[in-house]
């Protein structure tokens, strides 16, 4: 039988990290306060003064590139949008986060998971299974939700549900950061695991 020193311990070892919600809750691509002449007429200059990133180790909110400068040596998570919400590269979290369970898209090649979970019209698109969370279809049956946030909602009672990262070897230890990339990266078609439908469009 397990103990309950055990039972602790592993509970403690699968909650998920204190930025996680903070990341969740924060406010995207809107002008920073801190820096307003940073947004501008062209799109260039309008996608530098949004808040696009987040800092792990400050939790503070959404950082525009002028605030990128006080959070050097910092983990940073770089935020895109799709549809009109938002977004964050698998690859890129996935020293971080479990992602494990959650559906996951194929857009312009790279594997991406949806922040939160987005509004389903009626009974929503029919799935191979559905988000038990929020009811969303899903194309992947090995899948239980939908988004980061709904699985940090399930994880509550559930000790299947985890964000911890599995240890990892040398070689991938090696290879943890992620590479940055610039603002030239945008979204396409969209493609569901490894098929071309794209996801249900939001409801107005």
Known sequence: ?????????????????????????????????????????????????????????????????????????????????SSNHTVVKVAEVAALLDMSMVQTYLINGDRVVFLKPRPVSGKGRPGASRCQECERGLQDKACRFCSIGCKLEGMEGDFEVSFAVPPRSESESEEDEPKSDDDSWRFGEEGVGTGTEPPAAPAN
């Open 1 to 81: 039988m397990v103990s309950l020193k055990e039972m602790a311990r592993a509970d403690a070892e699968r909650a998920p990290p204190a930025w996680l919600r903070p990341l969740l809750e924060a406010t995207f691509f809107e002008a920073c306060p801190e820096h307003p002449a940073a947004g501008g007429a062209s799109r260039a200059t309008r996608s530098a003064g949004a808040g696009n990133h987040f800092c792990t180790r400050c939790a503070g909110g959404a950082l525009c590139s002028g605030c990128l400068a006080g959070h050097r040596g910092h983990r940073l998570i770089k935020v895109r949008k």
